[in-house]
């Protein structure tokens, strides 16, 4: 597997992509951005497609809701246990 640079279809591939570009100027900008950000989502590395699709997930405000949910959990418990003891 030669590198573009070294292909013996280097200008084959530069027609095609000279083609392409042509396409897009008569498209809407939204498709061929959507298309632009597909493929260089298609040449990132692993280790850069797992951070990026792990993104949404490194804020702190996506962590507060299990956290909230967990401690009312043992809160409601706590509560629980102490009313039947206090009752009992």
């Not at 061929?32 to 298609?42: H, T």
């Amino acid at each position: 597997m030669a590198l573009l640079r070294d292909s013996l279809q280097r200008e084959e591939l530069k027609e095609r992509y000279d083609r392409l570009w042509i396409e897009f100027q008569h498209m809407e900008d939204r498709k061929v951005e959507a298309l632009l950000n597909e493929v260089e989502f298609k040449l990132l590395s692993r280790k850069e497609k797992l951070f990026d699709m792990l993104q949404p997930f490194r804020t702190h405000t996506i962590w507060v809701i299990p956290v909230s949910v967990i401690s009312v959990m043992v809160t409601l418990y706590t509560l629980f246990i102490w009313a039947a003891l206090w009752v009992e």
